[in-house]
């Protein structure tokens, strides 16, 4: 029998934003293949609940171009098309840029960004055979502001951020759409991995991941070129267009300085 219901893959699908788009999926029809660098068993658990089937979960580190390719084969192995694509996993790092390890500082590079290109690369240009799909690139408003204490961090979603709307741009008379999720600071385990309990930003109140997740996947569906989750942080964003760089780096300082926790 033919498979009636589309294929969406989620990386960073084992917590976070990650997951609950992955429930964003499941409970509108989707069937998913999840990855992450992690066992995935709670979050297909979730999905299933959610009514989703989990055509496969794999455990891969999508900062190597061995995982992506895992990834990749996995999604072939699967026989279908995917309709959509949620480039999600990525991670974050705290402190002084001089201060941190610099394997830790480039593998958020190979991460957020050399992981995730190489897997639109790979699944977008079967979607552009195809004449059809989606898209997902979780950007963030850190994309906006120079990140002082989070450098290499905000840098890497600022690459996605114009990434997304170039490639978009090419992909206009395609078929295949392409949308930035930009959330604001989300209630995950984002800030403890990155080392910033300790910052304003990493103990203030967080947006809901799963409130962050169904704005990202609504944009998605509708093919918007960029979706900020929540009105703070539309207003944060509306403020950084009117700020200098000097500016925005020097109140990122506040947010992120070691210590700045109130
Ligand atoms: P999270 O709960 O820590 O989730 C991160 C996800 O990425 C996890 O599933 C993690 O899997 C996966 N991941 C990280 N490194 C990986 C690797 N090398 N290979 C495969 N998977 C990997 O944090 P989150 O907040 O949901 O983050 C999801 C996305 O949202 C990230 O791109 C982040 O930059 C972005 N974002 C977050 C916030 C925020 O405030 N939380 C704001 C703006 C944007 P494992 O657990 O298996 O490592």
């Known amino acids: ?18 997951l609950e788009l992955a429930r964003q999926f499941a409970s509108n029809g989707f069937d998913l293949i999840l990855a992450a660098d992690r ?3 709670e979050a297909e658990q979730a999905v299933r609940a959610d009514g989703g089937t989990v055509v496969q979960s794999l455990q891969a580190d999508l900062s190597t171009r061995k995982g992506v390719d895992e990834l990749y084969q996995a999604i072939k192995g699967a026989g279908r098309p995917v309709a959509a694509l949620a480039a999600n996993a990525g991670i974050g790092l705290g402190h002084a840029f001089l201060d941190q390890d610099l394997d830790d500082a ?9 992981g995730s290109l190489a897997l639109i690369h790979a699944v977008g240009q079967d979607m552009r ?42 992909l206009k008379d395609s078929g295949v759409t392409v949308t930035a999720l930009l959330p604001g600071a989300t209630e995950t385990d984002f800030f403890h991995r990155a080392d910033l309990d300790d910052t304003k930003v990493g103990s203030s109140k967080k947006d809901d991941a799963e409130m962050v997740a169904k704005t990202g996947f609504e944009a998605l569906m509708k093919g918007e070129g960029d ?16 700020m200098s760089d000097s500016q925005l780096a020097g109140m990122h300082r506040g947010m992120a300085e070691p210590g700045s926790a109130n």
């Not at 029998?1 to 976070?16: F, H, K, Q, W």
């Not at 480039?106 to 050399?114: A, G, H, Q, S």
């Not at 929540?230 to 009117?242: E, W």
């Open 1 to 18: 029998m033919a498979d009636t219901r589309d294929l969406a893959v989620v990386t960073g699908a084992s917590s976070g934003i990650g």
């Open 39 to 41: 066992d995935l068993g």
């Open 106 to 114: 480039i593998k958020v590079v190979d991460t957020n960004i050399v």
């Open 129 to 170: 055979s195809a004449g059809t799909g989606r898209i997902l690139i979780t950007s963030s408003i850190a994309s906006m502001i120079p990140g002082t204490f989070q450098a290499v961090y905000n840098g890497s979603k600022a690459f996605l951020q114009s990434f997304s709307f170039a490639l978009r741009e090419e």
């Open 227 to 242: 979706a900020v989750a929540g009105v703070k942080n539309k207003l944060q964003a509306a403020a950084t267009r009117v």
